[in-house]
């Protein structure tokens, strides 16, 4: 069979891409058949050059842009160009309750965002007109990630941790395994000591007792002077005041700071169920394990703390940070877990926060939820957001000067050298 030449090749392609582009799938492999016997082209490339008839098309061949053009676009065949929908009012509102929520994920501002409106426009921060009101209320969560894609920023290292097993009390206090608690009933808590040693376990360091609910994920930090049994013990007291509800059950890990009498004997006087998790199960507190890193490295990193003046800076952050958190920060819990093979899908509720939990629970007293309620209506989160910022940047200034300080060397050692 005598080869077409190029011009025929055109006309060809010509003639049939205008019945093929109008056509049903059947007609089309008719017409694509056609073509290859008639022109010689490769079936793919037929598909593509019937498919693309008339429009311009670049392609790259190597390091080359080429441009194909099959005949004269259409008259009037013009590509579509949608709207902006979101204006700078809308997207300078969500980026302000983007950083009032500590920058959390899109799915929980997107749970929480009619709250969050409500509190900024009750403090005089925001003042949204109807329109941008309803865009922002009916804005998606894939739509939050599109719009703050360029103001994401996250900054923290980890280091390892220095906890040393306890060896006294392990058989009379009992290990829990994950699945065995009750963790729809409040007031059972895990609890975990947070290090700031600065990645060296040598001499005395602050560290943070973490105590977080596990129905309802109230978070209570708490700064002491060193991990003793004294000052743990005396951090968790004080951890109990500030409760919301009573403490039911306590679960900690195997260090020797928590596995000692004195904590046997407080959990025993207040009849408070005592459990350790199991060596080397982290999975045990997974609970803790997240709000160490959310509640505690997030804010006040990885330095080493070790003065009073820098112990007594971090209880004021924590004062603030748990309001802050437990009022006005959301969090999603996983509701279950279905297995597809390899594949695992893991389905979350509601992003709720803990103060929006605690109303909902049914075995928390109404006094409990009044007084809770009270204390809501007077915070300020962007208040509180702006004094954490502030005392944390106090708190490296004072570290960054401590280190800049020339070392003074031990009184024995200067009686030695002399």
Not at 13 to 22: D, F, N
Not at 176 to 201: T, Y
Request: proline share 4%; aromatic share 8%.
């Amino acid at each position: 069979m005598r080869r077409m030449s190029m011009v025929t090749r055109r006309e060809v392609s010509k003639k049939l891409a205008e019945e093929y582009q109008r056509s049903g799938k059947k007609r089309k492999g008719q017409l694509l058949t056609q073509l290859v016997e008639m022109a010689g082209y490769h079936r793919k490339y037929a598909a593509w050059l019937l498919g693309n008839w008339g429009r311009k098309v670049v392609v790259w061949q190597g390091s080359q842009r080429v441009t194909y053009v099959g005949v004269r676009p259409r008259r009037g065949q013009r590509r579509r160009i949608r709207p902006r929908r979101y204006g700078p009012a809308v997207l300078e509102t969500l980026r302000k309750v983007w950083h009032v929520l500590d920058c959390c994920c899109s799915k929980r501002l997107v749970d929480n965002l009619a709250e969050t409106l409500r509190v900024l426009e009750r403090i005089g921060v925001l003042a949204l007109t109807a329109a941008d009101r309803a865009l922002v209320l009916g804005i998606s969560a894939r739509t939050v990630d599109r719009l703050l894609k360029n103001d994401r920023r996250r900054l923290w290292g980890r280091i390892r941790g220095g906890t040393k097993p306890g060896t006294l009390l392990k058989s009379q206090i009992p290990v829990r395994m994950f699945s065995q608690w009750d963790g729809a009933k409040p007031g059972f808590v895990e609890i975990d000591l947070v290090e700031h040693n600065g990645g060296s376990c040598h001499g005395i360091y602050a560290v943070t007792l973490n105590v977080t609910d596990i129905a309802t994920g109230w978070t209570e930090p708490i700064a002491v002077a060193n991990k003793s049994q004294h000052r743990v013990l005396a951090g968790l007291v004080q951890v109990q005041r500030r409760f919301p509800i009573g403490l039911r059950g306590i679960d900690c890990d195997g260090g020797g700071e928590f596995i000692n009498h004195h904590l046997v004997r407080f959990c025993e006087q207040r009849r408070i169920t005592f459990t350790r998790c199991r060596p080397y199960r982290k999975n045990d507190q997974c609970y803790i394990e997240q709000k160490n890193w959310s509640t505690v490295r997030k804010i006040v990193g990885y330095e080493r703390y070790e003065t009073r003046r820098e112990v007594a800076l971090l209880n004021r952050i924590y004062q603030q940070l748990r309001c802050y958190q437990n009022f006005f920060l959301p969090q999603m819990k996983l509701v279950r877990k279905v297995r597809h093979g390899s594949r695992v899908t893991r389905y979350y509720d509601t992003a709720r926060t803990p103060y929006q939990r605690l109303l909902a629970h049914p075995q928390v007293p109404a006094d409990i939820k009044r007084r809770l309620h009270a204390e809501y209506e007077t915070l300020n989160p962007l208040l509180l957001r702006e004094t954490i910022l502030r005392l944390r940047q106090e708190l490296f200034t004072l570290y960054v000067s401590r280190k800049r300080r020339p070392v003074q060397p031990h009184p024995a050692f200067v009686k030695i050298l002399t």
